[in-house]
Structures are given as structure tokens and as C-alpha cells.
T-cell receptor
């Protein structure tokens, strides 16, 4: 198992362009989370999926953001009409939901977005 | 809502112990985590503790939890230069529908030779 992977690792775009990021979770994990981390801050929750169902979205996720997990495996996060304030590291994490106990989240390396 | 606070910076000499502190506000049953982040990288899970425990030890790492004061600490014994990184405390309220993490702002640890 190679862990959580994210692609691309870096993305530079011009304001107003659309961007899409991909996350491949650990293979048997049924939960997938997206977080955003701005410089000097801790990560902030954006949204999460259990299998293919998107079960919770943060207020941070404006209508320019959309996330999908069509087959319950990989996920994509799209940002439309990017703004300079969208510049951040976008982190994906996956976990295995158990009946009891925590579902420990394992993070990918992140995609760093720079909006010019 | 949940809030997690950490001190910003810690400097320590190689071989000494490091203690990183964190306070949280959620009073419900929860898991508390420590993650490590090196420059330009994602988060590496170090350890976690459930809120009904007082202490957990894992090799060089010791986690202490004071539930009354909602204070969590991470002690790293025999700190090495490779321990230089940003350390994040996070809490997760146990819910049936997802255990999203609420992170502190991170403590930057600098290990001096």
C-alpha cells in the first residue's frame, strides 16, 4: 500500500481559471476528507465522503467549490473561477470507518495551489 | 464550536526533551491527535489518545491528557534534529456521521545541535 496520493503536487493558475485536484485514498478506506491549509495555519475541514456519498460540507466550501467521489474510490476537488484567496495547500485524508472507535485519518502530501 | 490552541514556537537542544502543549474546548467524548508536518509535506500521524485516558506512551512519545483543564501535551524524549517540524494538535468529536478534525495552529519545533 502506497498511502494517500494527490495530483498534482503543485498548481499555478491565473485568477478566474478553473482547477481540479485528484486524491487517491488508501485502497480499503471508505472515508475521504478534504482540508485546506493556508500559510502558517492549521488545516481546516472542507468536506468528507463515506463511500460515494458526500455527507458534510463546511461553510468554507463556497459554491465555486465542488467535490466528487463517483465510485467511492478516488475523489476530485474542483474550484471554479479561482480567486487569489484560494491560494493554499489542499490536503486529502482517508480513513476506515469502524463500528467503534476512531477512524484515524491518514493524509496525502497535498496539492499547493497558487492563484496569480 | 470546537477550538484548539497551541503555542507558536519551541526551541530545544538535541538530546533534551521537548514538550508541546495544546488546549481544546470540546467537552464531549473525543479523540485527540498529534500530527507532524515537515516543510512542503502532508501531515504524518504520530499518536492519538481517547478522552477517557490520562496518558499514552509510544517509544519516544508520551501524551498526557488533563481532562479537567482540557490540556493535552506531547513529550518527545531525546529530541533529534529530524524532529524539527511543525506539530499539530487536533481533536475529533465522535459522531456517527464523520469524525472531522479540528486543528490547532501548529507549534514550530526547532532542534539545535
Amino acid at each position: 500500500d502506497t498511502g494517500v496520493s494527490q495530483d498534482p503536487r503543485h498548481k499555478i493558475t491565473k485568477r478566474g481559471q478553473n482547477v481540479t485536484f485528484r486524491c487517491d485514498p488508501i485502497s480499503e478506506h471508505n472515508r475521504l476528507y478534504w482540508y485546506r491549509q493556508t500559510l502558517g495555519q492549521g488545516p481546516e475541514f472542507l468536506t468528507y465522503f463515506q463511500n460515494e456519498a458526500q455527507l458534510e460540507k463546511s461553510r468554507l466550501l463556497s459554491d465555486r467549490f465542488s467535490a466528487e467521489r463517483p465510485k467511492g474510490s478516488f475523489s476530485t476537488l474542483e474550484i471554479q473561477r479561482t480567486e487569489q484567496g484560494d491560494s493554499a495547500m489542499y490536503l486529502c485524508a482517508s480513513s476506515l470507518r469502524r463500528v467503534l472507535g476512531t477512524d484515524t485519518q491518514y493524509f496525502g502530501p497535498g496539492t499547493r495551489l497558487t492563484v496569480l | 464550536g470546537e477550538d484548539v490552541e497551541q503555542s507558536l514556537f519551541l526551541s530545544v537542544r538535541e538530546g533534551d526533551s521537548s514538550v508541546i502543549n495544546c488546549t481544546y474546548t470540546d467537552s464531549s467524548s473525543t479523540y485527540l491527535y498529534w500530527y507532524k508536518q515537515e516543510p512542503g509535506a502532508g501531515l504524518q500521524l504520530l499518536t492519538y489518545i481517547f478522552s477517557n485516558m490520562d496518558m499514552k506512551q509510544d517509544q519516544r512519545l508520551t501524551v498526557l491528557l488533563n481532562k479537567k483543564d482540557k490540556h493535552l501535551s506531547l513529550r518527545i524524549a531525546d529530541t533529534q534534529t529530524g524532529d524539527s517540524a511543525i506539530y499539530f494538535c487536533a481533536e475529533s468529536e465522535i459522531k456517527a456521521a464523520g469524525n472531522k478534525l479540528t486543528f490547532g495552529g501548529g507549534t514550530r519545533v526547532l532542534v539545535k545541535p
